[in-house]
Protein backbone atom coordinates (compact mmCIF):
# COMPACT_ATOMS: atom_id res chain seq x y z
CA UNK A 1 0.00 0.00 0.00
CA UNK A 2 1.32 3.07 -0.94
CA UNK A 3 1.55 5.61 2.06
CA UNK A 4 3.51 8.58 4.41
CA UNK A 5 4.42 7.15 7.52
CA UNK A 6 5.13 9.53 10.49
CA UNK A 7 6.39 9.13 14.23
CA UNK A 8 5.70 9.10 16.56
CA UNK A 9 2.06 10.18 16.33
CA UNK A 10 1.83 12.15 19.48
CA UNK A 11 4.84 13.54 21.46
CA UNK A 12 4.65 15.49 24.56
CA UNK A 13 8.40 17.07 25.24
CA UNK A 14 10.25 19.84 27.41
CA UNK A 15 11.73 23.27 26.65
CA UNK A 16 15.40 22.26 24.78
CA UNK A 17 15.36 18.38 24.80
CA UNK A 18 16.15 17.79 21.52
CA UNK A 19 13.53 15.79 19.51
CA UNK A 20 13.72 13.89 15.70
CA UNK A 21 9.70 13.07 13.87
CA UNK A 22 10.85 10.41 11.13
CA UNK A 23 9.00 10.48 7.88
CA UNK A 24 9.31 7.62 5.36
CA UNK A 25 7.26 6.84 2.26
CA UNK A 26 7.60 4.07 -0.35
CA UNK A 27 6.30 5.07 -3.60
CA UNK A 28 9.74 6.67 -4.49
CA UNK A 29 9.13 10.01 -4.35
CA UNK A 30 11.39 12.87 -5.20
CA UNK A 31 9.99 15.47 -3.13
CA UNK A 32 9.17 15.56 0.24
CA UNK A 33 7.84 18.24 2.70
CA UNK A 34 7.22 18.99 6.21
CA UNK A 35 4.40 21.58 7.33
CA UNK A 36 3.14 22.66 10.67
CA UNK A 37 -0.75 22.77 11.03
CA UNK A 38 -2.08 25.91 13.24
CA UNK A 39 -5.47 26.63 14.29
CA UNK A 40 -6.62 29.74 11.70
CA UNK A 41 -3.42 30.09 10.21
CA UNK A 42 -3.79 26.82 8.06
CA UNK A 43 -0.45 24.48 6.93
CA UNK A 44 2.91 26.43 6.16
CA UNK A 45 6.03 24.69 4.89
CA UNK A 46 8.77 24.54 7.15
CA UNK A 47 11.62 22.46 4.62
CA UNK A 48 11.02 20.57 1.93
CA UNK A 49 13.54 18.42 -0.18
CA UNK A 50 13.94 18.12 -3.96
CA UNK A 51 15.81 14.79 -3.82
CA UNK A 52 18.76 12.85 -1.78
CA UNK A 53 21.05 15.52 -0.32
CA UNK A 54 18.64 18.12 -1.77
CA UNK A 55 17.11 20.68 1.00
CA UNK A 56 15.55 24.04 0.88
CA UNK A 57 13.58 26.29 3.45
CA UNK A 58 9.97 26.95 3.11
CA UNK A 59 8.21 29.71 4.91
CA UNK A 60 9.02 28.84 8.12
CA UNK A 61 12.48 27.34 8.74
CA UNK A 62 13.19 28.57 12.27
CA UNK A 63 13.48 26.35 14.33
CA UNK A 64 13.84 23.31 12.65
CA UNK A 65 16.42 20.70 11.07
CA UNK A 66 16.28 18.39 8.21
CA UNK A 67 18.50 15.94 6.18
CA UNK A 68 17.60 13.97 3.12
CA UNK A 69 20.11 10.84 3.66
CA UNK A 70 18.21 8.49 1.38
CA UNK A 71 15.17 9.10 -0.76
CA UNK A 72 12.06 7.77 1.73
CA UNK A 73 13.40 9.10 4.62
CA UNK A 74 12.89 13.37 5.79
CA UNK A 75 13.31 13.48 9.24
CA UNK A 76 12.41 16.65 10.77
CA UNK A 77 14.42 17.99 13.48
CA UNK A 78 13.88 20.00 16.44
CA UNK A 79 17.39 20.95 18.57
CA UNK A 80 16.01 23.05 20.88
CA UNK A 81 12.24 22.61 20.94
CA UNK A 82 10.10 25.80 22.64
CA UNK A 83 6.72 26.02 23.45
CA UNK A 84 5.59 27.97 20.06
CA UNK A 85 6.83 24.89 18.17
CA UNK A 86 3.91 22.78 19.70
CA UNK A 87 2.03 22.14 16.63
CA UNK A 88 0.73 19.72 14.27
CA UNK A 89 3.13 18.26 11.70
CA UNK A 90 2.36 17.14 8.29
CA UNK A 91 5.04 15.12 6.16
CA UNK A 92 4.13 15.05 2.47
CA UNK A 93 5.59 13.44 -0.65
CA UNK A 94 5.02 13.46 -4.35
CA UNK A 95 6.78 13.16 -7.59
CA UNK A 96 6.76 15.69 -10.29
CA UNK A 97 3.42 14.29 -12.03
CA UNK A 98 1.38 14.22 -9.14
CA UNK A 99 0.47 15.51 -6.17
CA UNK A 100 1.10 15.51 -2.75
CA UNK A 101 0.40 12.40 -0.57
CA UNK A 102 0.25 13.37 3.46
CA UNK A 103 0.76 11.57 5.66
CA UNK A 104 -1.05 10.65 9.36
CA UNK A 105 0.19 13.84 11.11
CA UNK A 106 2.69 14.29 14.35
CA UNK A 107 0.88 16.20 16.89
CA UNK A 108 3.55 18.04 19.16
CA UNK A 109 3.22 19.69 22.70
CA UNK A 110 6.22 21.41 24.00
CA UNK A 111 6.13 22.39 27.74
CA UNK B 1 3.44 35.99 -4.34
CA UNK B 2 0.99 33.55 -4.21
CA UNK B 3 -1.78 33.13 -1.43
CA UNK B 4 -5.18 31.45 -0.85
CA UNK B 5 -8.23 33.78 0.82
CA UNK B 6 -10.86 31.16 2.23
CA UNK B 7 -14.14 32.71 3.07
CA UNK B 8 -15.65 31.64 6.27
CA UNK B 9 -14.08 29.47 8.84
CA UNK B 10 -16.98 27.42 9.97
CA UNK B 11 -19.86 27.09 7.35
CA UNK B 12 -23.36 24.75 8.99
CA UNK B 13 -25.55 23.24 6.24
CA UNK B 14 -28.49 20.92 7.05
CA UNK B 15 -28.26 17.34 5.57
CA UNK B 16 -29.33 17.25 2.00
CA UNK B 17 -28.53 20.93 1.54
CA UNK B 18 -26.02 22.64 -0.98
CA UNK B 19 -22.59 22.91 0.52
CA UNK B 20 -20.16 25.99 -0.93
CA UNK B 21 -16.98 26.43 0.07
CA UNK B 22 -15.51 29.59 -1.22
CA UNK B 23 -11.98 29.99 -1.87
CA UNK B 24 -10.24 33.38 -3.51
CA UNK B 25 -6.38 32.95 -4.68
CA UNK B 26 -3.55 35.43 -5.91
CA UNK B 27 -1.05 34.24 -8.57
CA UNK B 28 1.25 35.78 -10.68
CA UNK B 29 1.48 33.24 -12.77
CA UNK B 30 -1.56 30.50 -13.96
CA UNK B 31 -1.93 28.24 -10.87
CA UNK B 32 -2.44 25.07 -9.84
CA UNK B 33 -5.27 24.89 -7.36
CA UNK B 34 -6.37 22.19 -5.11
CA UNK B 35 -9.19 21.29 -2.35
CA UNK B 36 -8.04 18.88 0.71
CA UNK B 37 -10.05 17.54 3.25
CA UNK B 38 -8.79 16.47 6.80
CA UNK B 39 -11.08 14.43 8.73
CA UNK B 40 -10.87 14.59 12.57
CA UNK B 41 -7.65 12.87 13.53
CA UNK B 42 -6.32 12.15 10.36
CA UNK B 43 -3.90 13.82 7.53
CA UNK B 44 -5.18 15.67 4.58
CA UNK B 45 -6.77 13.65 1.49
CA UNK B 46 -7.08 15.08 -2.03
CA UNK B 47 -10.43 15.95 -2.84
CA UNK B 48 -9.97 17.50 -6.40
CA UNK B 49 -7.43 19.75 -8.39
CA UNK B 50 -7.38 21.70 -10.87
CA UNK B 51 -4.15 21.83 -13.31
CA UNK B 52 -5.53 24.17 -16.51
CA UNK B 53 -7.33 21.73 -18.35
CA UNK B 54 -11.51 21.93 -17.86
CA UNK B 55 -12.25 24.39 -15.63
CA UNK B 56 -15.55 22.81 -14.19
CA UNK B 57 -13.40 20.10 -11.64
CA UNK B 58 -15.16 16.84 -10.29
CA UNK B 59 -13.78 14.90 -7.18
CA UNK B 60 -14.21 12.51 -4.99
CA UNK B 61 -17.42 11.85 -2.84
CA UNK B 62 -19.35 13.97 -5.37
CA UNK B 63 -17.57 17.18 -5.35
CA UNK B 64 -16.92 19.71 -7.79
CA UNK B 65 -14.48 23.17 -8.47
CA UNK B 66 -15.21 25.89 -10.85
CA UNK B 67 -11.76 27.45 -11.59
CA UNK B 68 -13.07 31.15 -12.59
CA UNK B 69 -9.88 33.50 -13.64
CA UNK B 70 -11.93 36.80 -13.91
CA UNK B 71 -12.87 36.43 -10.30
CA UNK B 72 -9.82 34.55 -8.94
CA UNK B 73 -11.75 32.17 -7.34
CA UNK B 74 -11.77 27.84 -7.06
CA UNK B 75 -15.13 27.55 -5.18
CA UNK B 76 -15.97 23.76 -3.98
CA UNK B 77 -19.82 22.50 -4.24
CA UNK B 78 -21.51 19.77 -3.38
CA UNK B 79 -25.20 19.56 -4.15
CA UNK B 80 -26.09 17.37 -0.87
CA UNK B 81 -24.81 17.36 2.10
CA UNK B 82 -24.22 14.20 4.00
CA UNK B 83 -23.59 13.61 7.26
CA UNK B 84 -20.12 12.06 6.31
CA UNK B 85 -18.85 15.95 5.00
CA UNK B 86 -18.22 17.29 8.58
CA UNK B 87 -14.79 17.85 8.24
CA UNK B 88 -11.82 20.32 7.38
CA UNK B 89 -11.55 21.32 4.01
CA UNK B 90 -8.41 23.37 3.02
CA UNK B 91 -7.66 25.47 -0.48
CA UNK B 92 -4.26 24.99 -1.72
CA UNK B 93 -2.38 26.33 -5.02
CA UNK B 94 0.81 25.67 -6.20
CA UNK B 95 3.30 27.16 -9.27
CA UNK B 96 4.46 23.51 -10.09
CA UNK B 97 1.69 21.44 -8.71
CA UNK B 98 3.78 18.64 -6.84
CA UNK B 99 5.87 20.25 -4.60
CA UNK B 100 5.10 24.03 -2.60
CA UNK B 101 1.79 24.58 -1.93
CA UNK B 102 0.08 27.41 -0.34
CA UNK B 103 -2.58 26.68 2.03
CA UNK B 104 -5.69 28.76 2.65
CA UNK B 105 -6.82 28.98 6.54
CA UNK B 106 -9.34 26.36 6.36
CA UNK B 107 -12.61 26.24 6.86
CA UNK B 108 -14.93 23.87 8.95
CA UNK B 109 -17.61 22.47 7.78
CA UNK B 110 -20.34 21.35 10.16
CA UNK B 111 -23.80 19.29 8.54
CA UNK B 112 -26.74 18.99 11.21
CA UNK B 113 -29.51 16.70 10.50
Known amino acids: EAQVTQNPRYLITVTGKKLTVTCSQN?????MSWYRQDPGLGLRQIYY???????DKGDVPEGYKVSRKEKRNFPLILESPSPNQTSLYFCASSTNQETQYFGPGTRLLVL | AQSVTQLGSHVSVSEGALVLLRCNYSSSVPPYLFWYVQYPNQGLQLLLK??????LVKGINGFEAEFKKSETSFHLTKPSAHMSDAAEYFCAVSLDGYNKLIFGAGTRLAVHP
Open chain 1, 49 to 55: SMNVEVT
Open chain 2, 50 to 55: YTSAAT
Open chain 1, 27 to 31: MNHEY
